[in-house]
Structure formats: structure tokens, C-alpha cells
């Protein structure tokens, strides 16, 4: 029964943990996407802006994405 909660609690976290990254990122960092986030608006530099949000977008759907094949697989195995 903890199962189908687990999973979902991970959905969650797993796209979640992108956006956390990039905000600390925009705290204190001077690499990673969230510090290009914020050069990019800073410098007007549109493309690289818009490439950072998409690369962010995909990072959190490939999480998600691993987290829903895990779930077919655990729960293929143990049915409800």
C-alpha cells in the first residue's frame, strides 16, 4: 500500500530537486544553470536564457521520466 505513495512523493521531488538547484544556484554559484539563468537576463543574452530554461525543462522531465519507469517496474512486480 506505501508503494503508490512513494512513488508519487518521488514524482514530485524529482522535478522539484531541479528547480532547488537552479535557486541555490542563483544564491551563490558562479556555474551551473541557475547562474546562467541569471547572467543571461542580466546581459540580454536571449538565446542562452531560453537555452538554460529548456535544458532546466527537459533535466526535470528526464527525472521524472526515470522515476515513472522505476514505478512500472517495481509495481509490475508487486501488484496491488
Not at 515513472?68 to 512486480?77: P, Q, T
Request: proline residues 2%; glycine residues 8%.
Amino acid at each position: 500500500m506505501l508503494l503508490p505513495l512513494l512513488f508519487t512523493s518521488l514524482k514530485i521531488a524529482a522535478t522539484t530537486c531541479v528547480i532547488g538547484a537552479i535557486v541555490g544556484e542563483w544564491i551563490g554559484a558562479n556555474q551551473g544553470l541557475g547562474a546562467l539563468i541569471i547572467q543571461s537576463t542580466f546581459n540580454h543574452q536571449t538565446d542562452r536564457l531560453y537555452a538554460a530554461v529548456i535544458t532546466s525543462s527537459a533535466l526535470g522531465l528526464l527525472f521524472f521520466g526515470i522515476v515513472v519507469l522505476a514505478e512500472r517496474l517495481v509495481m509490475r512486480r508487486h501488484p496491488a
